[in-house]
């Protein structure tokens, strides 16, 4: 029997399964996105994930100011961290514009992959590491995600706008305030 057991083994560890860690976690995140939609609504889901990225928010923020060394990032160095800190995760963000008003980024891969399609409360995790990031260093920000892959956009486009401006004031999006 032991045999068999390990030819069995054998067999099943041999078949191709597109299935490792990272495709687990993203199909696991995916479905608990889902589950949050369908249970208590979009809005609702996406206040819930919106917890979880502020807590992974000031995480990555203090990790990229105990390796750069300083006790806040300039507007540069956010700009910076922001397109980094997506590369580091898979996704491809990109600068578009950038003024001491708003940055601007653009992204062709989102870190989930397609397991964000339909599932836009996914994306309050962008906005909330953007968001507590950029007001963290620099007092304010408002993020708005104009356009989205999980909304099956062919990209993303995401506005931080850096200070309350009227500009600011007319988009939808969220505003972060630097923590006390």
Request: glycine content about 8%; aromatic content about 6%.
């Amino acid at each position: 029997m032991s045999s068999t057991n390990n030819q069995s083994e054998a067999l099943v560890a041999g078949l191709h399964i597109p299935l490792e860690r990272d495709l687990f976690t993203r199909m696991l995140i995916r479905e608990l996105s889902g589950t949050l939609q369908d249970v208590v609504g979009l809005e609702e889901a996406s206040g819930f994930v919106s917890v979880v990225g502020q807590k992974i928010g000031d995480q990555i923020n203090a990790d990229y100011k105990e390796a750069l060394q300083v006790s806040h990032l300039s507007r540069e160095q956010v700009r910076d961290v922001l397109v980094d800190l997506k590369r580091r995760i898979q996704g491809d963000f990109y600068v578009i514009e950038e003024s001491d008003e708003k940055i601007v980024l653009g992204n062709r891969r989102c870190p989930f992959g397609d397991k964000v399609l339909d599932r836009p409360a996914l994306c309050m995790m962008t906005s909330n590491v953007f968001g507590s990031i950029a007001a963290e260093n620099l007092g304010y920000a408002k993020v708005a995600l104009e356009h989205t892959i999980a909304r099956h956009d062919p990209g993303c486009r995401v506005v931080v706008y850096l200070q309350p401006t009227s500009g600011a004031e007319q988009t939808n999006g969220r505003e972060y305030f630097k923590g006390i």
